[in-house]
């Protein structure tokens, strides 16, 4: 079936420094990939949609600049946190959906990676 | 804008029992399409079931079935015969045509032995 890969799986880093999280669609292609964050406990909250090719969309609220995603090919998306501080300590969720999707499976998720900032 | 309503922060269940979870959802939309998910502790999101706004029929994976109420805009999660593994929190989610999916807060369902 299909796999999205996401890395790193846990990331553990210094404030102030940046984080590129990578979310990769391993068989098929995917047009268009979500971003979600989970605060423990919490639901996924959309964070931002990225088309291959163009500048994400991103939820009121999500700061652009802080959170830098970029979607340069049909099977590869990242998220970059810049200049992290604690607060952005979180789980990171990545979805894909095919180009061909289907209602029997509209997203693929990634299995999140968990960001700790110190 | 697309809201989707869990009112159950926890649940539990005696194993082998049946647990109904709710949720409701607030569109101006027709046509859409609505999710369960389960996310065990590995934190991995799991699809159980989906409905097509369109079809009546209430949709039924195995031990897992919904009530899909249209004009009440509602869809409720029945799983069967509860199984220690069925432990996880549980989402609803909404979509229509080709947009993002939202989710529900979740429901914490503990399976007690």
């Known amino acids: 079936g299909a796999v999205v890969s996401q890395h790193p799986s846990w990331v553990i880093c210094k404030s102030g420094t940046s984080v590129k999280i990578e979310c990769r669609s391993l068989?098929?292609?995917?047009?268009?990939m979500f971003w979600y964050r989970q605060f423990p406990k919490q639901s996924l909250m959309l964070m931002a949609t990225?088309?291959?090719?163009?500048?994400?969309?991103?939820e009121q609220g999500v700061e652009k600049d802080k959170f830098l995603i970029n979607h340069a090919s049909l099977t590869l998306s990242t998220l970059t946190v810049t200049s992290a501080h604690p607060e952005d300590s979180s789980f990171y969720i990545c979805?894909?959906?095919?180009?061909?999707?289907?209602?029997?499976?509209?997203?693929?998720f990634g299995d999140g990676t968990r960001l700790s900032i110190l | 804008a697309q809201t989707v309503t869990q009112s159950q922060p926890e649940m539990s269940v005696q194993e082998a029992e049946t647990v109904t979870l709710s949720c409701t959802y607030d569109?101006?939309?027709?046509?859409?399409?609505l999710f369960w998910y389960k996310q065990p502790p590995s934190r991995q999101m799991i699809l159980v079931i989906r409905?097509?706004?369109?079809?009546?029929q209430n949709a039924t994976e195995n031990r897992f079935s919904v009530n899909f109420q249209k004009a009440a805009k509602s869809f409720s999660l029945k799983i069967s015969d509860s199984q220690l593994g069925d432990t996880a929190m549980y989402f609803c989610?909404?979509?229509?045509?080709?947009?993002?999916?939202?989710f529900g807060a979740g429901t914490r369902l503990t399976v007690k032995p």
């Open positions: 569109t101006s939309e027709n046509n859409y399409y």
């Open positions: 990225s088309n291959e090719g163009s500048k994400a969309t991103y």
């Open positions: 409905q097509e706004a369109y079809k009546q």
């Open positions: 068989d098929f292609q995917a047009t268009t």
């Open positions: 989610a909404f979509m229509y045509n080709n947009n993002d999916m939202r």
């Open positions: 979805s894909a959906r095919d180009q061909r999707w289907t209602f029997n499976q509209p997203q693929h």
